[in-house]
């Protein structure tokens, strides 16, 4: 008997090409849809198998992730992978609900940035003025909120889940396909970040400075990250000192209305003048 | 009578690390997050297993934060509790093997 033939799609979030393969043309057009602004042609460093079962609806149940032997095991109740990082391959059993396959997505990217200094971050970000700037907080904060005021010429990178790495200068951000309220996929590009603001809603713009262990918690509590793994933890914490260190975090309380963005603008001119005046790193 | 004594260690299934006086934590278990403060840190790093709780009490907490050594060791228990309750630190009446993260 001869195996039905596997279709491929690259998919490359984040700089980092992983090839989706699946014998179902419907849910290939369906990865393929959904992944449009992200579909890759470069080699891809990762490889994940699809078959397709009968499973039932994406579930509420709590992500379980954990290594067995050198593989790593990801199990929800509406989709079970297996992936193991030494061959960069793995095998994922799901029905054909794409959240499934956003949530086996996220959770793969996951594991590869915590081993390359990186994470995602349960926020929204957006690029201004070549900048990528963060938001993030609690369900209700404002992420979506503050990507839909955003001026014409800022460019949306996500408004539910950002994408981050380290880079030369500090910190990149990119876009992601995973969407939020504003059910949106993000642009597909990257730029250096200028800041992460912790949103909260108040009846007027400001900008609080926050004490770095403070900063380190709000962060580590927004980070995504499910396995349990010490030696991930380890630098997933070590990487979010990092963070802290290289990236002005801020507390941005605001008033829901377009002046919000001016008031960004004016923060980071005013924090690259202050800083060239009196360098943290000289 | 003897006295009673605690004894606590570190869990080997945590990571640490120090930034601005403060020492955070995290149970890569179930990745709860602990921010401790300076008296808190003091008895989490001088947390060895084979050191009493009274001893590190007096030593780490009473000399340096000059407290009073009842209201600390009360503190210092409720403290130990809480954080053993997390899985991030490891309590016997006898010595423990050191778990170093």
Redesign the interface.
Known sequence: MIAAPRKVACVEIGAIPIALSTCDPGFFELLRQRYDGFLSSSNPQFELEFDLTSAGPVSDDDVRVGREEEAWILERGDFHARWDPRTGRGRVRQNANPYSLDSVLRILHSLILAERGGFLLHAASAICDGQAFLFSGISGAGKTTMTRLAPPDVTLLTDEISYLRPSAGGYAAFGTPFAGELARAGENCSAPVAALFFLEKGRENRVDDL????A??RL??NIL?FA???A???Q???TA?DF?DRVPIRRLTFYPDARVWDHIREFVCDFARNFQEAPEHA | MPEHCIYIARSSAIAARALAGEMMVMNSADSTFFTLNEVATAIFQAADGHTPLREIVRDHVCEQFQVDPEQAQADAEQFVAELSSHGILLVSNQPLAAETP
């Open positions: 004490p770095p262990a403070e380190v918690r580590m509590r990250f349990e793994d010490k991930l933890v380890e997933l914490l070590a000192c802290v």
